[in-house]
């Protein structure tokens, strides 16, 4: 059983739909992070969540400590944002990352 | 500087062959860390360095070597590699080694391809 699932692993939208993608964990953490892969690219940190929610312009984060699930969603999608999202979980005390699979997103015009 | 700068971008090498790849960072982390990517797989984590000293080694096999020279360089000497090593390898910092930690920074990745 893998330490942290997503879902869904693929997601097909059209442009300007509200979009959203859940993670859910299984082990005690400290922190955790959405990821954003382009294909063939690095990774870029969206955000870092331990409690509560956050947003940066369309996109919003939030993260039920208790329940061990945190959401990322976007608003008013566009093709831009066609993109892997990944979840990823930092254990407290260790300096280790446990990753999901992550959710390929493509946003049609 | 909020970036970590890995190079080369694109590898490509023959299985007898000797290369590294290089991971810099200005943020003033003190841990930085390889990871290894295959196509449509989530990252795997290889080694982590914590105040330039190995702390992680994910049982990875000895022709990949890490090497931590000073605070913002983090170094993957490798040798003798496969064809299955093939992959986009990720170098990443953080300000601290425990608990909660901030600036969490990946780089963009060197694709390597060993023919």
């Known amino acids: 059983k893998n330490e942290v699932e997503q879902s869904p692993q693929n997601l097909t939208a059209q442009e300007g739909e509200f979009i959203t993608i859940n993670c859910s964990y299984s082990v005690g953490i400290s922190a955790l992070h959405w990821l954003q892969q382009h294909p063939g690219g690095g990774i870029v940190s969206l955000f870092m969540?331990?409690?509560g929610k956050k947003k940066h312009g369309r996109l919003i984060a939030t993260i039920n400590i208790q329940e061990k699930h945190s959401s990322l969603h976007i608003t008013a999608s566009h093709p831009r944002d066609s993109a892997v999202y990944i979840c990823?979980?930092?254990?407290?005390?260790?300096?280790?990352?446990?990753f999901g699979s992550g959710t390929k997103l493509n946003v049609k015009p | 500087d909020t970036e970590v700068t890995q190079t080369p971008k694109h590898l490509v090498m023959g299985m007898t062959n000797k290369k590294s790849l290089k991971c810099e960072q200005h943020m003033g982390h003190r841990a930085m860390y390889w990871y290894k990517q295959k196509a449509k797989k989530p990252p795997e984590l290889m080694f982590v360095?914590?105040?330039?000293?190995?702390?992680i080694n994910e049982s990875v096999p000895s022709r990949f070597s890490p090497e931590c020279p000073n605070s913002s360089l983090l170094n993957l000497h490798l040798h003798a590699l496969q064809p299955e090593d093939s992959a986009l390898y990720l170098c990443?910092?953080?300000?601290?080694?425990?608990?909660?930690?901030?600036?969490?920074?990946f780089g963009s990745g060197t694709r390597l391809t060993v023919v």
């Open positions: 360095y914590s105040y330039e000293k190995l702390s």
């Open positions: 990443a910092s953080s300000q601290g080694t425990t608990g909660l930690n901030y600036g969490y920074t």
């Open positions: 969540l331990s409690s």
């Open positions: 990823a979980v930092r254990l407290y005390n260790f300096n280790k990352f446990y």
